[in-house]
Structure formats: C-alpha cells, structure tokens
C-alpha cells in the first residue's frame, strides 16, 4: 500500500487539506518544470517547430494510458464544457429523443446537455435518488438504468457525483447505452487520477477531464477521449495545429484539409500550452507511478476511521461499492448550522468544502492520520454531537 506521499508537495504545514475535490496542490517537479519552460520563454529563438507538438503528444500518451485508450483518441481542450459542445454538435440521433442527467449534475454538464435538448426538442430528464437513505447509490444506479430506454438520446453523469460522492455504475450505464444506441458522456473531473477507469470497458462516447483536481494538472486545461463514433466529426475551431501539414511551418498556406487521425481535430487552438503542459506532464507521470487503484486504497484506509466515528454517533456515511473512497459527503447531525460548522473548521485550519447541505471531504496521498483525526477532534467539538 502506499504511503504518505505529502513530502512531495509544498503544502503548508499548518493547514489540514482535505479539499482535493476543490482545486489540487501542484507538485514538487510541475512547480520545477513550470518554471524551467518559463525559463526558456526568455528565448524564444531557441524554439522548434517540433517543440509546438512534442510536450502535446507525451501528454496525451500519459492520459490515454491512464484511461486505457489509444494516444490519437485523446484531444486537449481547455475546459468540461468546451468537450461536451465537441460531442453534443456531433450527436444528432432524431428529434424528440430523451436526454439523461442526474440531480444537481455540475453545471457545465446541466447546461451543455440542457441546450442539446433544447435545439433537439428533447426531454431533460434529471434522475434522483431513491428514497432509501441507507443505500443511497444503490437506488440511484438502479433508477439510471431504468430510466435509459430506446427513446434515449443522450446521457450525461459524472463518474463520481461531485457534492457527495456517490459512484455511478460505469460499465453498467455504458452497456445500457449501446443496447439503445444512446450516446454515453461521462464528466471524469472528480475521479480520473485518483479512481480507475477503462473507456472501452465501460463502452464511454467521450469523458472530459478538468486538469486541475485529480489529475493535480493547472486550471485552464481539460484533457478529453472521443471514441471512433467521432473520428469524423466537426470541431468547435479550425486549428491549423490539427491539420496533416502542421508541423511543417514553411508549407502551412499549402492548405490541405485533413486533419489529423482520430480526435485530434477537436483539440483546441494553441495546444501547446507551453509552461501548463510541462505542470500536467510530470503530474500524470506521478499519477501513473502511484496508481489509481492504490491512491483509492489509500483514501480508503483513512476514511475508515470517519466511517467508525460516524457510526458511533449514528450518523450514515457510506463505504460500500457506490460510495467514492476519495470524495465523499459527511452528514452532520440535525440542527447543526453548516456554516458555523464551517467557520469552525476554517478557525481550526481544516480545509473542506459547504456542497449542498453537507460538508464535502476528499482525501488524496497527501493526506495522513492526524488531518483525519484533526477533523474528527473538530467535529466532536461542536454542540449536539
């Protein structure tokens, strides 16, 4: 199993982070190659035409190597929501047909499906939960699975619900889709890095990234798999950098029209992305390192302690196959102000996040015993508990 990986990072010492699920902490060597790439702007003469395509193609092979796809079926985007106008514009299965979502789906994801429905005189149909409290993720899967039909257009789900952390069935929901002919989006912001996944097992039409969460990557960059039902398609921009003759600077007006094989078409302009990309590049070679099976295992072993001290207070926080080992939702007892309990918190310098009525943790490598133990020794203080 692995070990605190926190030496690895620059956190402050004196904070208890347990707020993955807002914005990752940047790397010891993707603040160094930061800073080295900067370094180089200062000549730029020194640059190749290869240097505009080389970073682009090692960060694309380290993703699809996490995700288990091919490097040509991985695009650089710079958001969720850019990726899912990528799919949506291509996707034209009928009028009147239903498209999927889940309760309160993060909002990139609601309104991207929400316009496809729109201009597609389609159904928005945002599924809930059942009503069972003590299987919460159970009853949400099965209702999902219930609700896609021959009429489904599209669905669109995180992989892990980003307020509370409820796993959706993946494999399951994909296999629906396919036996409908629906198109299966899934948003892979909250999970992909620290949670394992397949697109072809899990038959996925495209899953679209965020960078700068568990992928710890900068803000302003999203990486994106299409699978080949859009090798074809129409992308957002004409980049010239997605075309067959790109590399060749001396011939770029020799226009051709090709793009590139696979997804590279929907990459966005200026890929490059020099200074970001070297920051993403030795984050998903760490990542790889680590393994997402083992930093689930790892988070796993921390929550267990909350999932004890929870239950002697009689309140439910699950640990089952639907609940997330690295982001999940803690119930607070009734009566309890949120934001008191937050103000609480912050003055102890333990950092999580208000989603809903609940307060949302989310552990990563860099957390230890004591940041579970500081939370706890928090949380017990507090009136009612």
């Known amino acids: 199993m692995l070990t605190s990986q926190k030496h690895l990072f620059s956190l402050d010492p004196g904070i208890t982070y347990l707020n993955n699920a807002y914005r990752g902490p940047m790397l010891k060597s993707s ?24 970073g682009v193609e090692v960060v694309k092979a380290l993703f699809a190597k996490l995700v288990k796809c091919t490097p040509p079926q991985v695009a650089v985007i710079p958001s969720t929501s850019y990726g899912f106008a990528c799919v949506l514009n291509n996707w034209n299965p009928g009028k009147g047909k239903k498209a999927i979502t889940v309760t309160d789906e993060f909002p990139s994801g609601y309104f991207s499906l929400k316009r496809w429905a729109d201009e597609n005189d389609a159904l928005l149909v945002s599924v809930g939960p059942g009503t069972n409290k003590e299987e919460i993720g159970k009853s949400w899967n099965e209702r999902i699975l219930d609700e896609i039909d021959q009429n489904t257009g599209v669905v669109l789900i995180s992989s892990v619900h980003w307020m509370n952390g409820v796993k959706f069935d993946l494999k399951q929901i994909g296999k629906r889709c396919r036996e409908v002919d629906a198109c299966f989006i899934v948003d892979g912001t909250q999970s992909v890095g620290a949670l394992p996944i397949d697109v072809a097992d899990c038959q996925i039409d495209a899953l679209i990234c965020s960078t700068y969460k568990w992928l710890l990557g900068p803000y302003s960059m999203a990486m994106a798999y299409f699978s080949e039902r859009f090798n074809a398609g129409k992308p957002l921009e004409e980049s010239w950098m997605n075309r067959t003759n790109s ?28 200074i970001l990309l070297p920051i993403l590049e030795k984050a998903l070679v760490q990542l790889l390192d680590w393994n997402p099976e083992r930093i689930q295992e790892y988070a796993g072993e921390l929550k267990k302690s909350l999932v004890s001290y929870q239950n002697e207070k009689n309140l439910r926080l699950e640990g089952n196959e639907f609940s997330a080992n690295h982001l999940f939702s803690l119930p607070l007892q009734s009566g309890q102000d949120l934001n008191q309990v937050k103000s609480l918190l912050e003055k102890e310098r333990i950092s999580v996040s208000v989603r809903g009525a609940s307060l949302r943790v989310s552990i990563n490598v860099f957390n230890e015993q004591r940041d579970i133990d500081q939370l706890i020794g928090a949380l017990d203080s507090l009136p009612n508990r």
């Open 31 to 54: 603040e160094e190659a930061a800073i080295q790439d900067l370094i180089k702007m200062r000549s730029p003469h020194q640059l190749k035409p290869e240097d505009f395509f080389s």
């Open 247 to 274: 590399q060749n600077f001396s011939d770029l007006t020799n226009y051709q029209p090709e793009f590139l094989p696979g997804a590279n078409r929907y990459s966005v302009g200026e890929t490059s992305h020099f």
